[in-house]
């Protein structure tokens, strides 16, 4: 996986230290902040109308799913893009370096929502692997170049990342505005259309600003030698190729259906941070001290996963919940339900500079990096205890709830977002043993995949039991689960002496 840090290789020389063109930061900066945004638009403006597409009626140009495999389909998908991310760090790395990585990646996600536009159901399951293909190449990559624009002593580093966080969090703001009305006024595929425009409209600023980004006339940072090369590239196009035909195989012969596809990716999703834990718990390169740093990373890894398992469903259940049993006008203006996905966004941009400002008040008094994460867990599963208040007491599926029930689950979902993002992605890069530090976000983005496994098995039941007892005993689950963290906190704080 690439240098999540940004440390800077040798053939990665940075720009001057004079470049302050956009805001104090370098021009590269603005260049990959707007690939974020575009990227980003596209990425969470189609997964806010997925799921509501999946589940509409073929007469309505849906899929006709019933809501529970919508869900879990909806998650599968998830489960693929981050497993998919594990392989693009190691190809960026490898074979293609990060310049390219990202720019084949914003291709393929591009072709894909072009592909979902249109109107068929087979063009749809092609985009949809077109895009997972291409955000598992440009996710873990474009973070990696943003660290290649400072110097490892640069003071603007935390800065210009503050930037470019903002950057992704408007772009899951707009996304779901602009996609959501087209979907819902003039078709689901008219809402692709526009994650494709705007996805393009990032690859051609990514390309305009290429001279401002370090590295880009470079391949791979620690590329394979060229007899290694051949035979990777032989081994990838062999297993694809070897892959596709036994797919197209089984599903002619009707044993690879939706639901087992769900079923392998939940079972890959387990299999695949097993494997990966169990080879550094092993590896001779990883001493004894580090291997102690790995326990309680264990530990963080599993509250990452409970906590997306709970932030992944904004985008499946809670706007399937917003479809049929919320109301959709606010101070006299209708919205579609796909906008409630927008307020995630705008909450995240709003409170990130909040946090970090109390951070910086709190200054050594702040919570240890573990109750950081603990608190966001808790956080995510008070978010759907909360929905429990306004779907109880109902006999029926006949009645609405206020818009601000939504809103108010959003706002806890993007604080305890915020909080588990900022610190488990940094305590991911200090307790990563030094032989494995150039995967380390591997095993974050593995926490992604398990948590979407998951959610594709859970969702199924949405449709299956109450309202108020799915919320509520995945969010009571969620909440356990962070307290848990926090009675762990005197052994987290002892052995994870690198991290404060």
């Known amino acids: ?87 693009g760090g190691w190809l960026a790395d490898r074979i293609l370096g990060s310049y390219r990585a990202v720019l084949w990646g914003g291709i393929l996600i591009a072709c894909g929502h072009y592909a979902m536009a249109v109107p ?11 895009i997972s293909a291409g955000t598992g190449l440009l996710k873990p990559n474009v973070a990696t170049m943003v660290g290649k624009l400072y110097r490892t002593d640069d003071e603007r580093r935390d800065a210009g990342f503050a930037l470019y966080y903002m950057a992704i969090n408007i772009g899951a703001f707009a996304g779901p505005l602009i996609t959501g009305w087209l979907g819902d006024h003039q078709g689901w595929h008219w809402g692709f259309s526009a994650a494709a425009v705007g996805m393009t409209f990032g690859l051609v600023q990514y390309v305009a600003g290429r001279r401002h980004l370090a590295g880009r006339k470079h391949s791979a940072e620690f590329a394979l030698a060229p007899d290694a ?50 080879v550094m718990f092993r590896s001779p390169r990883v001493t004894a001290e580090e291997r102690g740093r790995l326990r309680p990373y264990v530990v963080l890894f ?17 706007i399937l919940l917003a479809s049929t049993n919320a109301e959709t006008t606010i101070f006299g203006f209708h919205f579609p339900a796909s906008w409630y996905a927008s ?13 970090a400002a109390v951070w910086v008040r709190m200054g050594p008094r702040q919570p240890h990096a573990s109750n950081k994460i603990a608190i966001g867990v808790v956080l995510g599963g008070l978010s759907f205890l909360l ?58 983005f593995l926490s992604l995949a398990l948590a979407n496994g998951i959610q594709a098995q859970t969702v199924k039941y949405y449709d299956h039991v109450s309202k108020p007892a799915y919320f509520g005993v995945n969010g009571a689950i969620a909440v356990a689960a962070g307290l848990a963290v926090i009675a762990a906190a005197p052994w987290l704080r002892r052995t994870m002496h690198p991290v404060h």
Do not use: C
């Open 302 to 318: 599993l509250a990452s996963t409970v906590f997306n398992f709970i932030l992944f469903q904004a985008y499946s259940t809670m």
């Open 1 to 87: 996986m690439s240098h999540i840090d940004g440390d800077i290789q040798p053939d990665s020389k940075p720009p001057p230290e004079d470049d302050h063109a956009f805001f104090g930061q370098p021009r590269g900066l603005l260049t990959l902040s707007g690939l974020e945004v575009w990227e980003r638009f596209s990425f969470l403006g189609m997964q806010a109308i997925l799921v509501l597409y999946f589940a509409d009626s073929v007469a309505h140009d849906g899929l006709g799913m019933s809501p529970g495999t919508a869900a879990s389909v909806s998650a599968a998908y998830g489960t693929l893009v981050y497993l998919v991310s594990v392989a």
């Open 120 to 130: 068929t159901a087979a063009m749809t399951w092609v985009g949809l692997g077109l």
């Open 387 to 444: 929905m429990v208040l306004p779907t109880s007491g109902h006999s029926g599926d006949d009645y609405l709830m206020s818009v601000w029930w939504i809103v108010g689950s959003y706002l806890l979902l993007g604080l305890g977002d915020i909080l588990l993002e900022t610190s488990g992605m940094s305590a991911t890069t200090k307790l990563a043993p030094a032989a494995f530090s150039s995967q380390t976000m591997s095993l974050w």
């Open 229 to 278: 090369l051949r035979r990777a590239v032989r081994m990838i196009i062999v297993g694809a190729v070897a892959v596709a035909v036994v797919a197209t195989f089984l599903a002619l012969a009707g044993w690879l259906t939706i639901g087992r596809f769900v079923d392998v990716l939940t079972v890959l999703s387990v299999i695949a941070p097993v494997v990966y834990f169990a």
């Open 343 to 355: 307020a995630l966004g705008a909450f995240e941009v709003g409170l990130a500079p909040l946090v």
